[in-house]
């Protein structure tokens, strides 16, 4: 990743999504010193930020497995429409990546 630039980090619109609603829990308070709108804002200025678009929306509702969380499909798909890894700690949307060809970073 050596040389990359904020243009070359990309993250899927539901990311943004996801975030907000982690950063309004109380126990997360201190991590977010500024409002939460403009440490959103901040967070988001450093990636490209890809919305839906017909081909991701529709590999989201094909896939064949569950997962829990419907973003992360989104997610998934996103990654896997771009070409792109997917960078997760999640092991269930790390075995979801694998079985539609996605490359798991981290």
Do not use: N
């Amino acid at each position: 990743m050596h040389g990359m630039t904020a243009a070359d980090l990309v993250i899927s619109d539901v990311t943004l999504s996801e975030l907000a609603r982690i950063i309004r829990d109380p126990k997360k308070d201190a991590y977010v010193k500024t409002a939460r709108f403009d440490w959103l804002s901040a967070f988001a200025s450093g990636f490209t930020v890809v919305q839906v678009s017909p081909a991701i929306a529709h590999h989201a509702a094909e896939y064949t497995f569950e997962h829990r969380d419907p973003c992360d499909r989104h997610i998934l798909a996103t990654a896997q429409v771009l070409g792109l890894p997917l960078v997760t700690l999640d092991s269930p949307l790390t075995e979801c990546a694998r079985l539609v060809g996605v490359s798991v970073l981290w």
